[in-house]
């Protein structure tokens, strides 16, 4: 899933006209950057390894092992993907203390990683430790009576004090066993003081806690006084409490390394607002309410340019100036005007007089205007994609008390509200539905989709296509064929018949990667992507092969004695005209020849080829594949499209360009 508050270069924006001086307020979102520190706790069960196990899929990883090169996998994954964010890893009840400065009053302290954005080297030393045992043995030497969690909590607050002191996210994952880490109480009161003053600051404590074969981790003996169940900007929003992480007992094929990756992935992007606005319910009654795009494509990102003509290679600098084609002189901001074609003429309008016309629907809010069954929104009318709202209590108090019973509300009643909808100054207003979503939970309990309302775009009558022509006599299914198919079908389900877009990472996004990160960290580079959207071959043939094979045969017959009794059909009213019009109809069926023998040489006679409306015709009819290659590549050639492929190849272009053109 794609960073829903990062827009990629070549996204479209629908205000990308706006003036500089009449920004969105919410444009900060694209410059926030996370500063995230792992607090890895060293202690002597967190060291121990599982038992030795033949199954392929059991842990082999002590749990700081696995917690180490997760954080290994993190880094790399975002010093690409975030370049500008800032990782540490931080060692606590180790028998050294190094803090990089010299200070040695966090005793029990060991900075791997300093909070600072990633390097090549520091992605090399961690790939080291984790590879190389001899290495980290002295490193991961624990103590005897551990670390205090007090000095541990103070510590992570010096570092994001003096390494992120204006990074509006800052994150301390803690990764421990031990969920009673005090002697005393007052040990625990100071802990607790420790973590507000961490709040305080603006800091989040994630707490992933690992559970013991022998022992299962109880959050209740101590951290659910240390770690809020509650976001520090939104105190009243509901946020789930994650389960207990557990250690892989042999032979059960869980693995503790995944479990904490998918976990720590889920808390890695903090929350990002797309935008804030009110939602208006009646007149004079406003909640607040803040806008995610949860799912987005991502693109191929390219954080700067470089300029490598020097002796180094340096970050380039840009800059926009527009110059006038006659003189070429530089022409100032002042001195522009935005114009609109109409009639072949281009009118200007002076910067305030856009403002006004852009602004005359009113100022950005979502407005309900009436309620709807929730089947009057059929799939088809989501138009853009959906954005999730979600309560804010910063600008009306109460707002998620009433936020949650509209949400309950609509999910009891089964209906849908109609909104008008303005997402920021100077956008167009669009109609929208808004459509409650449950909370969802994994197996483990997990909240996977917290409760909301999803906000759905829905088309004008002009943004509905229009249905194609359809032939003169189409082919029909039939019953014995509906019912193979229904047995194909079932055998090719998902397991669960559930699809998790998370197991089919991108393959081109991956790949892409992959290269980056073999050439800056000096890896070899790879031959083959990994790419797990290519179908299972053999389990398909496994499965379903001979149904496959059956419903061939019966499609083959049924589809043969559609098209004799089509062609018996047509064949009567043609023999009838030929019959009547012997010696006079010459020309016409010269005429009706002449068409397809345009299509299969449009070089002989006619010197233009098949025109864009021709083709069009033979698309509509589902002719187009009939055509031969050198008709293809003529029709493509005379548009200055390439030609270069197979047929298949052509055809698409084909297609595409009479889509474009929409024909």
């Not at 939602?279 to 991502?298: F, H, N, S, T, W």
């Not at 006079?584 to 023998?597: A, F, H, L, N, T």
């Not at 050639?637 to 270069?644: C, L, V």
């Amino acid at each position: 899933m794609a960073d829903p508050q990062h827009k990629r270069p070549g996204e479209e924006d629908e205000n990308e006209d706006e003036d500089e001086d009449e920004a969105i307020d919410d444009s900060s979102y694209k410059t926030i950057k996370d500063a995230v520190l792992f607090a890895i706790d060293v202690s002597p069960t967190m060291l121990e390894q599982p038992p030795k196990s033949e199954d392929k899929k059991a842990d082999r990883d002590s749990p700081t092992s696995a917690a180490l090169k997760c954080a290994y996998q993190l880094m790399q994954q975002r010093i690409i993907s975030n370049p500008n964010d800032m990782m540490g890893i931080l060692l606590f009840g180790t028998e050294q203390t190094d803090l990089k400065d010299g200070d040695s009053t966090f005793q029990h302290c060991y900075l791997l990683a300093d909070l600072d954005v990633p390097s090549a080297q520091d992605v090399k030393r961690l790939r080291d430790l984790v590879e190389n045992n001899d290495e980290a043995e002295p490193i991961l030497k624990p103590v005897k009576d551990g670390a205090s969690i007090a000095t541990v909590l103070f510590c992570a607050n010096q570092i994001f004090t003096t390494k992120a002191p204006n990074f509006s996210s800052r994150r301390l994952f803690l990764v421990t066993d031990n969920d009673y880490p005090v002697k005393v109480k007052a040990d625990k009161d100071t802990a607790v003081t420790r973590a507000r003053d961490l709040y305080d600051l603006g800091c989040t404590i994630d707490l992933f806690p690992i559970s013991q074969p022998n022992h299962s981790f109880d959050r209740s003996r101590f951290y659910d006084d240390l770690v809020y169940p509650t976001s520090p900007s939104d105190p009243d929003a509901p946020v789930a409490i994650p389960s207990t992480t557990k250690v892989a007992k042999s032979g059960e094929g869980i693995s503790l390394l995944k479990q904490l990756i998918s976990s720590i992935n889920s808390k890695a992007t903090p929350r990002r607002a797309l935008f804030t606005l009110p939602l208006e319910l009646a007149p004079d009654l406003r909640v607040g309410v803040k806008g995610y795009i949860l799912i987005k494509r991502q693109e191929h990102a390219k954080s700067c340019y470089v300029w490598v003509g020097g002796e180094k290679p340096q970050i380039v600098a840009s800059s926009t100036s527009h110059m006038a084609d006659d003189t070429a002189r530089v022409v100032e901001k002042t001195e522009l005007r935005k114009a609109y074609k109409f009639g072949g003429d281009a009118i200007t309008f002076t910067p305030e007089e856009i403002t006004r016309i852009r602004q005359c629907f009113g100022d950005p809010v979502i407005r309900i205007i009436g309620f709807k069954p929730s089947s009057c929104v059929p799939l088809w009318a989501n138009t853009n994609k959906a954005t999730f709202i979600y309560p804010s209590e910063a600008d009306f108090v109460g707002s998620t008390r009433v936020f949650s019973a509209l949400q309950q509300k609509l999910l009891k009643s089964g209906k849908v509200a109609l909104v008008w909808f303005i997402a920021r100054r100077n956008a167009s207003p669009t109609l929208c539905a808004l459509v409650p979503a449950e909370e969802k939970t994994n197996e483990d309990g997990e909240q996977s989709m917290p409760p909301g309302l999803w906000l759905v775009s829905l088309p004008f009558a002009d943004d509905i296509r229009q249905f194609p022509e359809q032939a003169e006599s189409p082919l029909k299914t039939t019953d014995a064929l509906t019912d193979k198919m229904r047995l194909i079908i079932e055998q090719l389900q998902l397991p669960k018949g559930i699809y998790d877009p998370v197991k089919y990472p991108n393959p081109d996004l991956q790949w892409f990667y992959r290269i980056l990160q073999a050439m800056a960290l000096e890896e070899e580079l790879p031959v083959l992507p990994d790419d797990k959207t290519i179908p299972r071959f053999k389990q398909i043939d496994k499965r379903c092969g001979e149904y496959i094979e059956d419903y061939g045969k019966e499609f083959e017959e049924a589809f043969t004695q559609q098209q004799k009794s089509s062609l018996a059909h047509r064949g009567k009213p043609t023999n009838k005209k030929r019959t009547g019009t012997t010696g006079v109809d010459e020309k016409p069926s010269k005429r009706i020849k002449q068409e397809p023998k345009v299509k299969e040489d449009p070089g002989e006679g006619d010197d233009e080829g098949i025109t864009d409306q021709q083709m069009a015709h033979l698309n509509n009819k589902g002719q187009i594949s009939k055509q031969t290659v050198a008709v293809l590549k003529e029709f493509l050639g005379q548009r200055g499209i390439g030609t270069s492929g197979k047929k298949a190849d052509l055809l698409e272009r084909v297609q595409d360009f009479l889509e474009g053109k929409g024909l």
